[in-house]
Nanobody
Framework: DVQLVESGGNSVQAGGSLRLSCAAS??????LAWFRQAPGKEREGIAA??????YYADSMKDRFTNAVDGADGTMYLQMDSLKPEDSAMYYC????????????????????WGEGTQVTVS
């Protein structure tokens, strides 16, 4: 199994920035992704990446940047210009097949999940 641990969540003021981290081990995955879920809402895809491909939700691609440290495989989500509606629990997810443009944002297509890190924007 792949173990995922998120960190970096915090409380910030609107307009601020945060960087979330996702440590994944072992590196037995093909696709890594970020999702978020606010109370009473469905889990939504933010960004995903596999070798040679990156995907972003249209509503967030101008403010969020996803990257992987090639040395240790840690995935980072840089979030800028945060808004109160960005408040949610943020999750890292992984699966053993490529992300794919049509499936990367479907949480049901991921096999492994972290416990999440809370982001609150006020």
């Amino acid at each position: 199994d792949v173990q995922l641990v998120e960190s970096g969540g915090n409380s910030v003021q609107a307009g601020g920035s945060l960087r979330l981290s996702c440590a994944a081990s072992p590196r037995a995955y093909i696709c890594l992704a970020w999702f978020r879920q606010a109370p009473g809402k469905e889990r939504e895809g933010i960004a995903a990446m596999s070798i040679g491909a990156k995907y972003y939700a249209d509503s967030m691609k101008d403010r969020f940047t996803n990257a992987v440290d090639g040395a240790d495989g840690t995935m980072y989500l840089q979030m800028d210009s945060l808004k109160p509606e960005d408040s949610a629990m943020y999750y890292c997810a992984a699966r053993r097949v490529s992300c794919g443009s049509k499936t990367w944002s479907n949480p049901g297509r991921f096999d492994y999940w972290g416990e999440g890190t809370q982001v609150t924007v006020s």
